[in-house]
């Protein structure tokens, strides 16, 4: 069993004595649960279903339904989401006046969808710092559309670089000649998955118009770059999908971990969801690359890291216009139905 990402605070147990567990209520349960489901996930596929131990113990487990076994085979992606969603469940935890505990992959030989168990401490009150990044939970957005081309001042960068720091992870501004590799390589891969039938069979599941509650919906796709020199991913509707001109210098960022298996994964997603929360904070948008790493083969995974260690995700920065929220399935569909005590 591994301990990672409590968020250190002071304790001051005998003024917490009277204070509510987070999970002791209904109430409770499902404010703290919206908070955590509201996290990004691939193809908002929303991969994580969530169990009530005790007023003070929630898990998290993957939801292997929703695995997406053409990009996705080996759980990276899925990962990912599910970290995301527990960094949103810390901070939810964090705002009842509880520290939140984390033990990553409590049993993976029994149970390897149980991905974490978050426990409540007591703890003192949230700072301003965490008020804030809980405060943009429903505030956040992938935005595919293009930004404005101003630069992010170097002050601000430095923000989201110490963001992922304090998740274990490391940020990396990709710039110059490196960048435009890293884009032809996004690119390379786009062109590749999109030739593949059983990609395209699988993107359409998550596109498809009837799904109301998850998935990428139309309007959040954007529009294709006109000059084709962004390789956003193509979700298809040929002929429908208006085409726009794009930032000429995309602020491409890389989001490294040291290893490059499951708790690893859970890492990465906890620190990409503070990153793209301080960037929310500071009216930063974002979207994501993940082409090229989708097309890693599963047995190359993990073998090949570099100075900094693996790269887990790809990310554009810049301003841009506001966008409206994707689908998301309901509390009770995420929720494994356990009695709660009413009061």
Not at 205 to 210: G, K, L, R, Y
Not at 283 to 301: E, I, K, N, T, Y
Request: glycine content about 8%; aromatic content about 6%.
């Amino acid at each position: 069993m591994t301990e990672i990402g409590a968020i250190p605070v002071p304790s001051d147990a005998g003024s917490l004595a009277a204070r509510e567990l987070p999970f002791a209520t209904p109430g409770g349960v499902s404010r703290l649960v919206h908070a955590a489901a509201a996290a990004p996930s691939v193809h908002n596929t929303q991969p994580w279903r969530f169990r009530r131990v005790d007023d003070a113990t929630m898990e998290l487990y993957a939801d292997l339904d929703r695995l997406l076994t053409v990009i996705d085979p080996m759980g990276r992606g899925l990962g990912i989401s599910c970290g995301a969603a527990l960094f949103n469940l810390r901070l939810a935890v964090r705002m009842s006046g509880h520290d939140a505990h984390v033990t990553a992959l409590p049993d993976p030989a029994a149970r390897p969808d149980l991905l974490a168990t978050v426990h409540a401490a007591p703890g003192d009150p949230p700072d301003q710092d965490e008020r804030l990044l809980h405060d943009m939970i429903p505030h956040r957005r992938t935005n595919r559309f293009p930004f404005d081309g101003r630069q992010l001042p170097r002050e601000v960068f430095v923000d989201l670089v110490h963001a992922a720091h304090a998740e274990g992870a490391t940020l990396v501004l990709v710039k110059g000649r490196t960048a435009r590799r890293v884009l032809d390589m996004i690119g390379t891969a786009e062109n590749t998955l999109a030739a593949e039938e059983s990609y395209r069979v699988e993107l359409a599941c998550w596109t498809d118009p009837s799904r109301r509650f998850d998935g990428v919906p139309e309007h959040a796709f954007g529009p294709r770059p006109r000059n084709g020199e962004l390789p956003m991913r193509d979700f298809g509707l040929d002929g429908v999908r208006s085409s726009a001109d794009f930032e000429a210098d995309p602020q491409l960022a890389a989001l490294f971990t040291r290893g490059d298996g499951p708790l690893d994964w859970l890492r990465a997603g906890q620190a990409l969801q503070r990153v793209l929360l301080a960037a929310t904070a500071q009216g930063v948008s974002a979207s994501m690359f993940s082409q090229p790493l989708d097309l890693r083969p599963a047995q190359h995974r993990g073998d090949q890291a570099g100075p900094l260690g693996h790269v887990q995700m790809l990310v554009r920065f810049g301003y841009g216009s506001p966008v409206p929220r994707v689908p998301r399935r309901s509390v009770f569909e995420v929720l494994d139905p356990v009695e709660v005590p009413r009061v």
